[in-house]
C-alpha cells in the first residue's frame, strides 16, 4: 500500500489509500493464549467528501471562466483601442481628414485624403464585424465538441459504476475504480454543473441542469446538439432520455464550460456586434446629415456622403467617389 501510494504520488485525482489492521485471533498454549500479531482488514481511501465536493464545484466555475476568459481576449484583441489597426485610430484619422478638409476646403490632396480615410475606417468596420461573426462560429463549434466530451465522460463513468459495483459486491475495495471515476466526475463537472448521488452498491448517478440524469447505474444518457433556424443555425443543447422529445437545456445550463460558451455565443458576441452596428449607424446617419447641407466644389448638394443603406458595420460604405 506504501510503494502503491509513493507511486501514484503525482497522479491526477488519486486518494492516498490506507492499510487497515486488526488483531488476529490467538493460539492457545501454555501458560495461556499466544498472540499472533496483525492482519490486514481492509484497504481505505482517504477522502474527504465534504472537500470532494467543493472541488467539484470549484471545477464547474473554473470551467465557465476559463471559457469566458478566452472568448472575452479574442474579443477585446479585435475591439482593442490601441491598436494601429483599431477602429479607434480610424476614427481618429477620419475626423483629423475633416478637419483638414475645414481648414482648406479647396485642397483636392486633402479631399483625395478624406475620401481614404473613409474607405479605411468603412473596411475596418466591415472586417470587425465579420471577424465576430466568425468568433461566434468557432464559438458554436466549441459547444459541438463539449457536449461530445460530455457523453464520452457519462459513458466512462457508467462502464466505472458496473465495474466498482461487481468488485465491491465480492468484498473488494474498488479504491483505484473509483478514483478514476471521481477524476471522470470532476472533468465533467469542468464542462457543466453536476450533482452526484451513491446508492449502497457504490453506483453513482450523475445529475445536470435541472435534475436531468446523465448517468445511472450503468447506463448513460446523452446531450445532443441541434440546431436552432431562430438562432443563425446555431446549435441548442438538448437532453435526450431515448423515451420522447429532447428537452431543450441551453437556458437551464448556469455553470460549466458549456455555460461560459453560451454566454459568449448568444450575449457577449452579439451585444458586441450590436454595438459595432450602433456605432455604424449613428456615423452613417450624423455624418450624411452635415454633408447633405453643404456644397462640393462642383456646386452639388443633398449628397450623402456614406452609403444611406449601409448602416450596419457589415455594410457601411463610402458613397462619394468624386473628391470635388
Known sequence: VTGHNIANVNTP??????????????????????????????????????????????????????ASRSGLLQVSGTLAPSSELGIATGLNEFFQSIQDVATNPSD?????????????????????AVELDRQRVQVDSEIRQSIEEVNSLTSKIATLNLDISRAEVSGQQANDLRDQRGRLVNDLANLIEVSTIEDQYGQLSVFAGRGQVLVTSGQAFQLVGVPDATNGGMVDVRYDSGAGPVTDMTSVIQSGRLKGLLDLRDTTLPSSLASLDTLASTLVTQINTQHRAGYGLDGSTNVNFFLPTGTAARDIAVAVTDAR
Open 108 to 128: 483636392p490632396a486633402a479631399r483625395t485624403v478624406m475620401l481614404s480615410k473613409a474607405s479605411t475606417l468603412a473596411q475596418r468596420l466591415n472586417q470587425t
Open 13 to 66: 485525482g488519486y486518494a492516498r489509500q490506507e492499510a487497515v489492521l486488526s488483531e488476529r485471533g490467538p493460539l492457545d498454549g501454555q501458560p495461556g493464549q499466544v498472540g499472533t500479531g496483525v492482519e490486514v482488514a481492509q484497504i481505505r481511501r482517504q477522502v474527504d467528501q465534504f472537500v470532494e465536493g467543493s472541488l467539484m464545484n470549484s471545477q464547474e466555475q473554473l470551467g465557465y471562466f476559463t
